[in-house]
């Protein structure tokens, strides 16, 4: 039986409503840009949705329902969580046995059904409807659990009737007392609260902040911080306490900052959280960052790399030794590439080691070293230690100093393939950083096989996002000589009106040739070198590499140029 891409492809050319130049065309945009073969057949407008659907549901014996008069169940919509019901564009509608029937609006999104089955654990049928009703559905059947959050944080506030006999401030109250309080099921609840919706909303920082009158719940999405809720102030030190004994803190340190971690699990997979307290004016703040192993197995065909950056990368680590940089502000998704990078290299012939501040991801297969200064392993003392583990591969989380730059080179040069970061703007300038911590211009000649500098932007919301046009001259300022459709940010219920869901990296990446080691070797100027990269190798800037993403529809120009101000 051929596959399920292939039948729908005999069934739209057999039905001849679309041609076959047509059909090859909406292919070559899918494979572009990595979305759905209906997605680009209905923005195109090559057929309706109703006529698409209508097909399917004929030549693949699949039903149709229209949602407007259905009756849904609210223990049937409580088997689906809503975070994959808003990925898959999907809705639960009825349960017999051990099979869930769910209505779709693209049956081709086989990733969809095996994800809700391993969730569920239940054979799914399915049921073909309209997408503009399966996400007003998911509005209406999953709105209320936002009303049983505010209800959830009244409770809380109105079951602490005791506490607030016993203090008017939380600094009066007793360290025993918020023990106490920390361990009753609402402050129990209240805590995994925090944590559940943050993971429902995509969340990669939860900040725990307080306030003179007040304790603020903010979470950071797609690189922008929100406020969720507030907490009564009166539940700020049993809050405190319940942090403290789940990430293994010291629960009696209140003066001095913290760092712990801990797991969760969530929806049958497990997240981890690092936690960092900092004493403030008003109490100690919390950050968690959410640490998703989610995010490190999709292997760099699938980070959204642009074509020439995936090739560069590629091309790296072929090499049996050398030294690759990422280079990026903090945020910016270093780690997560240079962690896809390693579970791609990850295999039984080699010995991978790290060392790193903090270990952020745990990765099955690969020793990973936490540098501890207290007690003098710190970067370089790491490093060599692990030169004698005859590793194959070396990641660095950072090179801070002279010292631990040089024993990198030296290991780069001998045998080993080694990856870390910097801190600079562009990726040619990690050059000069290099040779300003001390390394001679010949050693970082000889052992550099790539440069990358990242940056993350935020993807448009391809539910609400909206074309605009854009004068032609200025088109043809940023190096735009064909035709594009632009769009711009508008905002709906499924980005929380933001008109952003989740993030896409603009790199830019340059294979260190023989010309750009001799450039090192002369101490030529970092501009010699970048118009060089730019016009010998055909190295896209971080500005170029955003300008394709608004060219394919997946950001805004506003946000390319934001993420981009350097240049």
């Not at 129990?188 to 993971?199: C, F, R, W």
């Amino acid at each position: 039986m051929p596959p399920l891409k292939e039948n729908i492809i005999e069934i739209l050319l057999n039905s001849k409503r679309i041609n076959r130049a047509q059909l090859e065309d909406a292919l070559e945009v899918q494979k572009q840009k990595q979305v759905p073969l209906r997605r680009v057949l209905l923005e195109r407008g090559i057929i309706s949705e109703e006529e698409l659907l209508s097909l399917l549901s004929e030549q693949l014996y699949i039903p149709s329902l229209h949602l407007g008069k259905y009756k849904f169940d609210p223990e049937i919509i409580k088997i689906v969580p809503e975070r994959l019901a808003r990925q898959y564009c999907l809705i639960p509608l009825s349960q017999m046995g051990n099979t869930i029937t769910v209505a779709v609006s693209d049956p081709l999104n086989i990733f969809a059904l095996d994800d809700l089955k391993l969730c569920t654990g239940c054979t799914i049928d399915i049921v073909l409807s309209p997408e503009e009703e399966i996400l007003k559905a998911i509005d209406a059947q999953y709105k209320p659990q936002a009303q049983d959050t505010q209800q959830f944080l009244e409770e809380v506030a109105l079951s602490d009737s005791q506490l607030q006999e016993k203090a008017t401030r939380p600094d009066e109250i007793e360290l025993s007392s918020a023990i106490k309080e920390s361990q009753q099921a609402p402050i129990v609840k209240l805590v995994d609260l925090m944590l559940t919706q943050a993971l429902k909303q995509r969340a990669s920082d939860i900040h725990i902040e307080p306030e003179e009158d007040t304790m603020r719940v903010r979470y950071r999405i797609d690189g922008a911080l929100h406020d969720v809720f507030h907490v009564n102030k009166l539940n700020q030190n049993a809050v405190i306490a319940r942090l403290k004994i789940i990430s293994g803190l010291d629960i009696t340190e209140s003066r001095l900052p913290q760092d712990g971690r801990f797991k969760v699990k969530f929806e049958g997979k497990e997240v981890d959280f690092r936690v960092s307290s900092l004493p403030t004016t008003f109490g100690q703040k919390f950050v968690l960052r959410v640490l998703s192993k989610a995010n490190l197995s999709v292997g760099l065909d699938n980070l959204g790399f642009s074509e020439q950056p995936l090739e560069t990368f590629k091309q790296a680590i072929a090499k049996p030794f050398g030294m690759i940089l990422v280079t990026g502000p903090t945020g910016s998704g270093k780690s997560t590439t240079l962690y896809s990078v390693l579970n791609q290299l990850n295999t039984p012939e080699r010995n991978i080691v790290t060392v790193e501040d903090p270990v952020e991801y745990q990765i099955e297969g690969i020793t990973q070293v936490q540098v501890k200064p207290d007690i003098g392993l710190d970067f370089s003392s790491g490093l060599r230690s692990i030169l004698r583990q005859s590793p194959d591969v070396i990641m660095i989380g950072e090179i801070r100093d002279s010292e631990t730059a040089d024993i990198a080179i030296k290991a780069s040069l001998t045998g080993q393939l080694v990856f870390s970061t910097l801190h600079t703007n562009d990726a040619i300038s990690s050059i000069t950083r290099l040779i300003d911590m001390g390394v001679e211009p010949f050693l970082v000649a000889s052992s550099l096989i790539m440069l990358c500098a990242q940056r993350l932007c935020r993807r448009l919301c391809t539910k609400c996002r909206q074309a605009i046009e854009v004068p032609r001259d200025f088109l043809e300022s940023i190096g735009f000589t064909e035709e594009a459709v632009f769009y711009r940010a508008q905002g709906c219920k499924y980005c929380n009106n933001t008109g952003f869901y989740g993030r896409i990296a603009v790199l830019e990446t340059i294979l260190i040739d023989d010309t750009i080691r001799e450039m090192i070797i002369q101490k030529r100027s970092i501009d010699d070198i970048k118009n060089y990269a730019v016009r010998q190798c055909g190295m896209k800037t971080l500005r170029d590499d955003a300008y394709l993403k608004v060219r394919d529809g997946l950001t805004t120009l506003e946000e390319a140029i934001r993420i981009t101000t350097e240049e």
